[in-house]
């Protein structure tokens, strides 16, 4: 794994929420996952820290890599790590284990370490309790109102969390099947509770996000805008509104001036939310400001080094401009993300064509790994052939292309 790489005027203290390790049946991961980003999320609020994103922290469930290992990739000073156990009761009394733990890495100290052992209805108090600990144990001063951020239960409703746990923590490669599974578990938490804020702003995003990428339709949008105007009708100055209302402007009606307001506001709300300045970044790039698209999206990247989308983004934001000392390397750390994926290898090997001229070594780069039957595989060869103007090959790869290409 490539290191982060820090950025010298932050200043902030870093730190990564390890996944924390579920002890109860494997059914239940998800709650595990949950008790991570909760924690995680609360210490993002926290305007003194640089808090490392789940998506990252999550690369390293249980890989057997030390400690010190995981910080120096990520590039952190502290690593908080734990282990949870849902105890279920057949009258009710369900209970909650937790037992984090919070290292300093420069020493290997265990600066804290606590057992909570409550009723499950006590879960949101204990997410409070632990970033609490965290940040006065590394040091960290919380700014105005920042304490007040901490705090807070999203909803009374335990079923109706369990479920937004699950929403969150829900994947499958079926896309269609991930959207109907995704949307009807979030359905049905704000079924259970309509008054939970954080249900109805996920299910405007996960609305226009599914309109943006793959269902341009009305019905889709109007959904995302029903959500949203539940959200703003509870809170509509929740940083989790305000992303929502961003995204609905952004991925739905492309008003970028108006979306990137909201998305400022958020960021201020929640300063190491990577989504957030993903979002902003993306906007800059398509009003043509790239300094500060660029700029936003490797502080992303700072807090997020291990996301492939970030990553794969970098270096083609870095190409465009022939900043090809830049996007070769970039190109690199996210094939080690996805070795599987060949349109990065083509691009870096394209990339290097540019840079250098060097059409033997793209050659090269594309055969490290052949991969018959991949579009880019064989886009990658048709490229090398016409740059090595031997026409015969690429006619052949051409349809070979016409063969791997799926149809329209």
Known sequence: ???????????????????????????????????????????????????????????????????????????????????????????????????????????????????????????????????????????????????????????????????????????????????????????????????FLEAWAELSSHHSGWYMEVEQTEERLAKSREALQRAEALDPDHPQTHLARGNYLYRGLREYDRALEHYQTALRMA??????????????????????????????????????NIAANLAMSYRAPRRFDVAVPMYERAEEMNPNDYRLRMNRALSIVAWKGDVAAARRIIEERPKPGDVWYTVGLLVVHLLERDYPGAVAQARQFAHDSPPL
């Open 271 to 308: 300063p190491n939310d990577t989504r957030t300045m993903e979002s902003i970044s993306y906007i800059y790039r398509r009003q043509g400001k790239m300094d500060e698209h660029l700029e936003q999206l490797e502080a992303a990247f700072r807090l997020d080094p291990q996301n492939l």
């Open 1 to 195: 794994v490539t290191q982060a790489t820090p950025d010298p005027a932050d200043d902030r203290k870093m730190v990564v929420v390890l996944p924390f390790e579920n002890l109860g049946p494997p059914e239940e991961a998800y709650f595990a996952a949950g008790m991570t980003e909760e924690v995680t999320s609360r210490l993002a609020k926290v305007g003194g820290l640089g808090v490392i994103s789940r998506t990252s922290a999550t690369q390293y469930d249980r890989t057997g890599k030390t400690t010190r290992q995981i910080a120096e990739d990520l590039g952190v000073d502290y690593v908080v790590e734990g282990t949870v156990r849902w105890a279920r009761s057949a009258d009710g009394q369900d209970r909650v284990r937790i037992t984090p733990k919070l290292i300093r890495v420069t020493d290997d100290t265990q600066l804290w370490s606590e057992s909570f052992d409550r009723r499950i209805d006590d879960i949101f108090a204990v997410q409070t309790e632990i970033a609490s600990e965290v940040i006065d144990r590394m040091g960290v001063t919380l700014g105005g109102g920042e304490q007040a951020h901490l705090a807070g239960a999203p909803t009374k409703n335990l079923e109706a969390y369990e479920l937004y746990l699950q929403a969150k923590d829900y994947r499958d490669d079926n896309w269609r099947e991930y959207d109907r599974r995704r949307v009807e578990m979030l359905e049905q938490a704000v079924a259970l509770d309509p008054d």
